[in-house]
């Protein structure tokens, strides 16, 4: 069970990624892993930016959030996108 806080939580970072998605154009069904490593790296650096470089909080914001979206893409595609092998 969820505490309400953990579900406000993750509400935000699922909208986040699709606001993210929208300002891009792009849809859940083009997403592949690169898309979904960029909005993460491009959150870490806002993140990062507004609350300099607590390694802590940093960390469990990044579980946390993640968590949230892998979840939701799980629920809307039955998987969360995975990088292709290396060749």
């Known amino acids: 069970r969820y505490s309400v806080q ?4 993750q509400v935000r970072a699922v909208r986040r990624f699709l606001a ?3 300002e891009r154009g792009m849809s859940l ?4 892993a690169e898309h979904v ?3 993460w790296r491009e959150r870490r650096l ?3 930016r507004d609350h300099g470089d607590a390694a802590v909080r940093l960390q469990r914001w990044h579980r946390e959030g993640r968590a949230a979206v892998q979840r939701y893409l799980r629920e809307l595609r ?3 996108p ?3 092998a290396q060749i």
Do not use: F, M, Q, T
């Open 6 to 9: 953990s579900i406000r939580a």
């Open 20 to 22: 993210y998605l929208d």
């Open 29 to 32: 069904d083009d997403i592949d």
């Open 37 to 39: 490593a960029a909005y």
């Open 46 to 48: 806002a993140y990062e």
């Open 78 to 80: 039955g998987s969360v």
């Open 82 to 84: 995975k990088r292709p």
